[in-house]
Each structure stands twice: as structure tokens, then as C-alpha cells.
DNA sequence: TAAAGGCGTCG
DNA sequence: CGACGCCT
């Protein structure tokens, strides 16, 4: 026996503590294999095993199969018995502090006759939900769970050969494993059954979005693509912009991005994103993403910002508020406005991409009433993503300028007599509904709405932008983006003391004028000393 | 450490 | 008018 023992210098909190016979005989052989156990963090040392200071601490998940569903913070918390902080990250000091293993670490461990490396059996924690209701009330089930079924096996026959009978399946288990190494592959199937089926997801998703791109690092861009739009969607719009950043840079890279050192060295590359593109090369996941995810907080900010109107702090507002669901919003808060309101309602046509033709059946159609029935002598253009050559696009972004005119106010007029014709019976009320309320006699040079091109269709975005000839070109840079694009342009323009809008370039100090009439976009780039880029390649980064 | 800028809506 | 959100 002694040569057996392999686990002497281990000390394992198993979690969730379970009571049952079986649980209690695989203790037992643990502790001959010279663990010492305990349940909790806070019992270290309290009972009759003391722990050395050479004492290796593992966090062992017990019934890990059973259970990986139910696994969550508030489970772990619960478990470990450690104070509760309600940060999203509190359980990472633990896991920095002692590992989480899966029970086959043990199983494994005690088949090979050693103790194996943990990295291979870890329990990765990015998995951990933040989920309070779940886990209590299977917090309650769990306790209950072991005796209950003692004790209805002991009704249905009072010497409790159903009682053996479970404890000999379980203990069975761990004999099979200890005797034979035929069972080896059954229980590497076994337990490798839901990570491969989590690659699978991943790998049809990266499919799917890998078709857009290319290039030597396309594994690296489609992650960092997800954070990026994870955080946009939680209100971390900086973390947003640094991320389409990074991917700008990658993706200008003819080979292969290898090492943290490589990539640290890079523009727009941290040393956090560094590590990240390692992490990517090393496991081919992104832990973060996944802690993102599947993280209650963050799902449901993201869930709440994709209502129309609805920001980082109203969505965290109601979020601290308990509410967690569009129902919730819906019947719980009184104070919703009207675009709010309409941003629900629309919620799945808005957060729908709008395919390329579409767009293009929608340009004409508004093209045709606006020359006919408001002003021949107008231009109109479609911007956005469909001017940089995007087969999807999120809304309708229409320009219209007439040529010489800069009188705004004659702009307007034109603008809500052409919303007035698409709004009436005539055109089948393609316009639904405004989002910003520009009436007969608005002075608004801005129409944002929802407007449906036949029955059959989806209500979609559309923002129309009546732009002063003066300003066109500087109207046409800002309309047609992508916001990165206009940020990076911009920040080029400070650099050189001026301020670039959609009104057009000014120097900073005096606000005056660079260019007095900006018709086109090619004298704007030229006063910032940059090279005229066509719309097609302002998409930056992904 | 800094990070784009203008404008509409709400109270 | 400040806070918030939206547009690229």
C-alpha cells in the first residue's frame, strides 16, 4: 500500500460536499491515498488533519458530469464557503490562489498510479455563470438530494439493498478505473463529451463568420471581433474601439502572429491583448469571451442595450433594479419613453441585418417619390455600410443635398414634405414610425424612423440627413464611416491642431473654416495630408 | 494616459 | 442645461 499512496502532500476542498454512502467511500480511498479532505475553505485546519505548509490545496469538483451544468458563481461561493463580493471577478483571485479540477484528475490520477498535471483536467472557470436564482434553489435540491434518496430507497425496502446497490455502482466506477485500463477510452468519451461539443459551436460559428476573412490571423480576429462587439454591447465603448483597433493591425500582417513578444510590439497591441493572442494560439479559445458570455450580468446589459434608446446606464439601472428580462422591462418600468417603447416593440426587426438588395430596393423606391413628388433637382446617395460594399447592412442611411443649396431652412421643408409623402397612405405608410419627431414644419435636418417596403418585410432602420452643398463632402466622409474609420480621421486631424465633423474641417483654436466650400471628400483628405481611401476600404477592423 | 464630434430628447 | 443616447 505504501508505494500507492500518491496524493500525501495534497490537501482537497471536495465541493459540492455530498453525503452520500459512495461519496463518503470515495473520501475514504482518497484519504488512503494520503489526501486530506475537506469541504470548504474556511474548515482548513479546523479539523483533525492540520495543513502543512507543503500541503498542494485542490479544488475538486465532485459528480463533476452530473453537476456542469449547475455549476455557477453563487454555487462556488456557496461551496467554498468565501465571502460573497457581487464583483463579476471575485472568483478569480481563488482560482490564481488554488486550482479547480475535475473529479477525473483523481480518477486519472489514482488509474496512472501518479498524480497527473491539473492544467489537462482544470475547470475552466470563464465557464462560471453569475446566476443567484439557479444556483440556490439547486443549492437546496443538492442538500436534500443524497438523504432524500436514502430514504426513499429504504421505504421501498428496509434492508437497503437499493442503498448498496448505489454505493457498489459508484465505488464500482472507481475500481473499474483503478483495475483496468480498458475503461480508459470509455471515460475519456465520457468526459470530453460537452467540450467537443462547445468546440463544435465555436467552430460552425467561426465558419460562419470566417467567410469575411482572411489572411494569416483569422483565428485571432474572429475572437477579438466577438469581444469587441461583447463590450460594445455592455456600454465598454473604449474596449470596443481598442479591439477593432488591434484587428486593424492584425489583419495588415502577411504572416502568422505567434508570440506575445511579436505581438506586444505592434500598434494598438497591449500587453493584455498580447496575452490574449496567445492565449488564442495556444488553446484556440478566448476565456474572456466566454466569461462574457455566459456571464448574467453582461448577457442581460447586453439583451437590455440592444433596445433601441436604451445605453450603459439605463440598461445597468435596471439590471441593479433586479430586472433581468425584456418582460421584466415591459411590465415593471413605468418610465419608458416613447423611442424606448418603439425600440421593444422592434426589438427583433432592429437587431436584424438588412441583406444588400434590400437596401438597394429601398434607395430606389425613396429615390423615385423624392424626385418626383419633392424636387427633381435633388441628389441622393445611400451611405453606410452599403457605400463601403457590405453585403449586410443594420439600417438605411440616406444622404440628399441639392446642388448650391445651403439654405437649411428650404432643407428642412424639403425633408419633411418628403417624410409626410412617405409616411401617407399613397406609398402604403412606409414610413412606420419616427424616432425623432420631425413634424410639417421641423427644422430638423435629421429624420430617424422605422419603414417597411412591403407587407411581407421586416420593419427596418432608416435615417435620412439633409446636408448643405457647403458641406457635402465633410457630410459624406462622416455618413459613410465606419465609426472607426471617422475616429482614426479625427484623431488626425487633432493632431494636426484641426477639428474634423460632418460640417466640415476647422482649425481647432479659432474654429474657422480650412476649407471654405468642401463639395468632395478628396479635399478634405488632402488638407489632412492622407490619402484618398474609397469607401471600400474604410471598413476597419473586421 | 487618452480615447471623435455633433445633435436630439428628456426632465 | 446636464445627462443620456444615437449617428457614422
Known amino acids: 500500500m505504501p508505494e500507492s499512496v500518491i496524493f500525501l502532500d495534497y490537501l482537497f476542498i471536495l465541493v459540492p460536499k455530498l453525503v452520500s454512502k459512495s461519496a463518503i467511500v470515495k473520501r475514504q480511498l482518497y484519504e488512503k491515498q494520503g489526501a486530506k479532505c475537506f469541504y470548504n475553505l474556511s474548515s482548513i485546519g479546523k479539523g483533525k488533519d492540520q495543513k502543512n505548509s507543503n500541503d498542494k490545496v485542490v479544488i475538486v469538483l465532485q459528480n463533476y458530469k452530473s453537476l456542469r451544468d449547475k455549476i455557477n458563481k453563487d454555487f462556488l461561493v456557496k461551496c467554498l464557503d468565501i465571502e460573497y463580493d457581487d464583483r463579476s471577478f471575485s472568483l478569480k483571485s481563488i482560482v490564481l490562489k488554488y486550482p479547480i479540477v475535475k473529479n477525473d484528475w483523481i480518477v486519472e490520477s ?56 448505489i454505493k457498489l455502482e459508484d465505488t464500482d466506477e472507481l475500481e473499474k478505473a483503478l483495475a483496468s485500463l480498458s475503461n480508459r477510452e470509455k471515460f475519456k468519451r465520457d468526459n470530453q463529451d460537452n467540450d467537443d461539443e462547445d468546440d463544435e459551436d465555436l467552430l460552425a460559428d467561426y465558419m460562419a463568420v470566417s467567410k469575411n476573412v482572411s489572411g494569416p490571423n483569422k483565428e485571432i480576429i474572429f475572437f477579438f471581433n466577438k469581444m469587441a462587439n461583447e463590450y460594445k454591447q455592455v456600454g465598454e465603448s473604449y474596449k470596443y474601439v481598442n479591439y477593432r483597433k488591434a484587428i486593424n493591425t492584425i489583419s495588415k500582417l502577411d504572416y502568422p502572429l505567434k508570440t506575445y513578444d511579436e505581438a506586444i510590439k505592434l500598434p494598438n497591441i497591449g500587453k493584455s491583448l498580447a496575452l490574449k493572442i496567445e492565449e488564442i494560439n495556444k488553446t484556440h479559445k478566448l476565456s474572456k469571451l466566454f466569461f462574457l458570455q455566459n456571464d448574467i450580468k453582461y448577457s442581460t446589459l447586453n439583451k437590455f442595450m440592444k433596445i433601441y434608446s436604451v445605453g450603459p446606464t439605463i440598461a445597468k439601472n435596471w439590471y441593479d433594479r433586479g430586472y433581468r428580462t425584456i418582460e421584466d422591462i415591459e411590465k415593471k418600468v413605468d418610465n419608458l419613453t416613447s423611442n424606448q417603447k418603439l425600440g421593444i416593440k422592434y426589438y427583433n426587426d432592429w437587431n436584424s441585418k438588412i441583406p444588400r438588395e434590400e437596401v438597394t430596393q429601398h434607395y430606389e423606391f425613396v429615390k423615385n417619390i423624392a424626385l418626383k413628388e419633392v424636387d427633381s433637382k435633388l441628389e441622393i446617395f445611400i451611405m453606410g455600410s452599403y457605400r463601403r460594399g457590405l453585403p449586410e447592412c443594420g439600417d438605411i442611411d440616406i444622404l440628399i443635398t441639392k ?140
Request: charged share 30%; glycine share 6%; hydrophobic share 30%.
Open 403 to 542: 446642388k448650391n443649396c445651403n439654405d437649411k431652412s428650404e432643407l428642412a421643408a424639403i425633408l419633411s414634405k418628403l417624410i409626410s409623402r412617405l409616411k401617407s397612405k399613397d406609398h402604403n405608410n412606409y414610413i412606420q414610425c419616427s424616432l425623432i419627431h420631425s413634424g410639417i414644419n421641423s427644422k430638423s435636418l435629421k429624420f430617424y424612423g422605422g419603414c417597411l417596403i412591403n407587407e411581407n418585410s421586416k420593419c427596418r432602420r432608416i435615417d435620412f440627413l439633409m446636408v448643405p452643398y457647403e458641406e457635402l463632402g465633410a457630410s459624406l466622409i462622416y455618413f459613410t464611416g465606419n465609426d472607426i474609420f471617422n475616429r482614426i480621421i479625427r484623431t488626425i486631424a487633432i493632431k494636426k491642431g484641426l477639428n474634423l465633423s460632418n460640417i466640415g474641417l476647422t482649425f481647432k483654436k479659432t474654429g474657422e473654416k480650412c476649407i471654405e466650400n468642401s463639395h468632395d471628400e478628396k479635399t478634405i483628405f488632402d488638407y489632412l495630408g492622407i490619402k484618398y481611401r474609397n469607401p471600400e476600404d474604410r471598413n476597419i477592423g473586421y
Open 110 to 165: 489514482l488509474k496512472a498510479g501518479k498524480v497527473l498535471p491539473l492544467q489537462q483536467f482544470a475547470y475552466d472557470i470563464s465557464h462560471v455563470r453569475v446566476d443567484s436564482e439557479i444556483s440556490q434553489d439547486y443549492l437546496l435540491e443538492l442538500s436534500d438530494r443524497s438523504t432524500k434518496a436514502r430514504k426513499i430507497s429504504e421505504i421501498k425496502n428496509q434492508d437497503g439493498p437499493a442503498t448498496k446497490q
